[in-house]
């Protein structure tokens, strides 16, 4: 059984799900006869067969899992235990991966609500942000804003490398509520903080160059969109290569604003390079 496991999750490191849930089902079996239904063996190779089931995004079969998952761990070994958190982190993921962000929302709530008196900060920031994400996608900008300036004022106690994606996303609600000035100034505070205390690193800059391109985009500012979009794609080529996802989402971009600007020569050239990208 054990080696079945250690099988199974070296097939998830090589992105194999196939395989990976063809040895989760295996390790379902054996665990079940050697350890029984109500084991914590038997949780975690619940987990294991959700894990797979969500790389086929086969979602419905990965939240069943992952619920009895985490149902079972939280009656062995109570609901704050790291073993039952994953648990619960794999369902609310699952959740939000297909789409249903508001019983993701659900979720995240309940993993904040069993850590608010954990001493590990950075934990509470990334599961902060989580609901933040989901209120963001149910559209609740006010409660989305919420949530991650509370995230925020966290960082400033040694997470301060994070203050940029917080500045990009306060400028993702900004924009969403049509406050464009103020998004703007958002970004701008996002590149100030990534030069103050990520040394100015390249890939938050890039991704902070695409988002200030889809803003002047929403703006009708196509000139300027184009300027940014392009720096963006300079820096993602150099870091990322030319058949990257990052590279295809600067060039979505620039095929979308050359389409609005009458240049549809060169939205297409942009729009073949995201496609080829998309179908490798």
């Known amino acids: 059984v054990l080696a079945l496991r250690a099988v199974a999750v070296a097939y998830e490191w090589l992105e194999d799900f196939h395989k990976m849930d063809s040895y989760a089902q295996k390790l379902l079996t054996y665990g079940k006869r050697f350890y029984g239904l109500s084991s914590l063996e038997y949780a975690d190779y619940l987990k294991i067969a959700g894990s797979a089931k969500q790389g086929l995004l086969e979602y419905s079969n990965a939240i069943n899992y992952f619920w009895t998952s985490w149902e079972l761990k939280e009656d062995l070994i109570g609901k704050a235990s790291e073993s039952t958190l994953v648990s619960l982190d794999a369902l609310a993921d699952a959740h939000y991966n297909s789409g249903d962000y508001a019983n993701a929302l659900k979720f995240y709530e309940q993993y904040l609500s069993n850590i608010k008196k954990s001493k590990e900060k950075g934990l509470q920031i ?31 106690s040694g997470y301060e490398n994070q203050l940029p994606h917080s500045y990009i996303a306060l400028a993702r609600i900004a924009e969403a509520k049509q406050q464009y000035s103020e998004a703007q100034e958002l970004l701008n505070k996002a590149i100030v903080t990534n030069n103050q205390y990520n040394n100015s690193n390249q890939e938050t800059y890039a991704f902070i160059l695409n988002n200030r391109g889809i803003l002047l985009h929403h703006q009708n500012h196509f000139d300027e969109a184009i300027t940014s979009f392009n720096k963006s794609l300079e820096i993602r080529e150099r870091l990322f290569g030319n ?28 729009f073949q390079r995201t496609y080829k990208i998309e179908i490798a």
Do not use: P
Not at 135 to 146: G, T
Not at 259 to 264: C, M, P, Q, S, T
């Open 126 to 156: 990334e599961k902060m942000e989580d609901v933040a994400q989901c209120l963001e996608q149910l559209s609740r900008y006010d409660e989305a804003e919420l949530k991650y300036r509370a995230a925020m004022d966290l960082k400033y």
């Open 243 to 270: 058949n990257s996802r990052e590279y295809a989402q600067t060039c979505n971009g620039l095929g979308n604003t050359y389409h609005l600007v009458g240049n549809n020569k060169s939205a297409i050239s942009y």
